[in-house]
């Protein structure tokens, strides 16, 4: 599986964003987000179950209701649109994949590709 995160840039407080992750063979596999701010850890932030399963959605607390995360096997990508950004989003954003959502995704990621830099500030 190859990932690769795009849409990241510099957005004001209360915009918002679409990022995407280009992957290819990962049809069986939940594709997670997740970010990193600096000197911080890495925070799950959604996780979407692969369509052979069910195709659920999870997100952490402090982006549920704002983000919504999606993904298209057909065109080998997931996506993730952030509303209402607030200035604690900015991070470096990945996306990568895990067997389940169930349990610490970010943990049990089994791949995951290059960021993306998400900047929320006036």
């Known amino acids: 599986v190859q990932l690769q995160a795009s849409g990241g840039g510099l957005v004001q407080p209360g915009g918002s964003l679409k990022l995407s992750c280009a992957a290819s063979?990962?049809?069986?596999?939940?594709i997670v987000w997740f970010r990193q701010a600096p000197g911080k850890e890495r925070e799950g932030v959604s996780c979407?179950?692969?369509?052979?399963?069910?195709?659920?959605?999870y997100y952490s607390d402090s982006v549920k209701g704002r983000f919504t995360v999606s993904r298209d096997n057909a065109k080998n990508a997931a996506y993730l649109n952030m509303n209402s950004l607030k200035p604690e989003d900015t991070a470096v954003y990945y996306c990568?994949?895990?067997?389940?959502?169930?349990?610490?995704?970010?943990?049990?990621?089994?791949?995951w590709g290059q960021g993306t830099q998400v900047t929320v500030s006036s």
């Open positions: 990568g994949v895990t067997h389940t959502c169930n349990g610490d995704y970010v943990s049990s990621l089994t791949t």
């Open positions: 063979g990962f049809d069986y596999y939940a």
């Open positions: 979407i179950s692969s369509t052979v399963v069910d195709r659920n959605t």
